[in-house]
């Protein structure tokens, strides 16, 4: 990676074949960023939190903090990809369709395995911290909010005691933090429906 960072003296299309056939995830993304293919970079590093969240889930107690790690370390990539296609300089035909797509996108991605009951325990509290993590990164470059709205149509109708770690922490990076604090007590108890019904409204009315 330092020799492909520091010198443009080698042909990027060898270069990505050469790093196909070996693997080389980080660098292929980053040779198609240098193209300008910011679409196909973004690719490579859903695969990569799919891969990092799989070995997330399965990771023994003994590796548990290079699980962690392990994620963190492509969130922050991600999420570092992602705020440069939102810079104005990037062409938009090199994106999905809008700016917010990818972080959108980055952020189901994180969202997906709390809809599939995946999540216990420390996985749970990391995967989380990277949905935090990339609404933060994203609202430097524009506003959350739509992204947040998008993002409750998808999973509104996923089921209640799986999503609610997911509701509380929208409304925590929209700075609702007593109506977070409020719903998230609700969403564990029989009144959980009426408690999901006011969460979808303070992240689906206007700040």
């Given at each position: ?6 010198t443009d003296s080698y042909d990027i299309d060898d270069c990505l074949e050469y790093c196909a056939a070996y693997n080389l995830h980080q660098a292929s993304a980053f040779l198609l960023e240098r193209k300008g293919d ?170």
């Open positions: 990676m330092e020799y492909l960072r520091t910011f679409r196909g970079a973004f690719e490579i590093f859903l695969k990569e939190i799919e891969d990092s969240n799989n070995f997330l889930f399965e990771c023994s107690p003994e590796n548990a903090q290079l699980c962690v790690q392990k994620v963190e370390i492509v969130c922050k990539r991600a999420v570092d990809l992602c705020a440069r296609s939102s810079q104005d300089h990037v062409d938009p035909s090199a994106i999905i369709s809008t700016p917010n797509d990818f972080w959108i996108q980055l952020l189901s991605a994180y969202i997906e395995p709390f809809q599939r009951g995946q999540i216990t325990g420390a996985s749970k509290i990391v995967l989380l911290e990277c949905i935090e993590n990339t609404l933060d990164g994203a609202s430097m470059y524009t506003d959350v909010q739509p992204i947040i709205v998008d993002l409750v149509h998808k999973y509104e109708n996923s089921p209640v005691n799986a999503i609610q770690d997911v509701v509380t922490t929208l409304l925590k990076c929209l700075k609702f933090y007593h109506a977070a604090t409020d719903i998230s007590s609700r969403l564990a108890t029989q009144d959980s429906v009426q408690a999901l019904w006011e969460a979808y409204h303070y992240l689906t009315r206007k700040v």
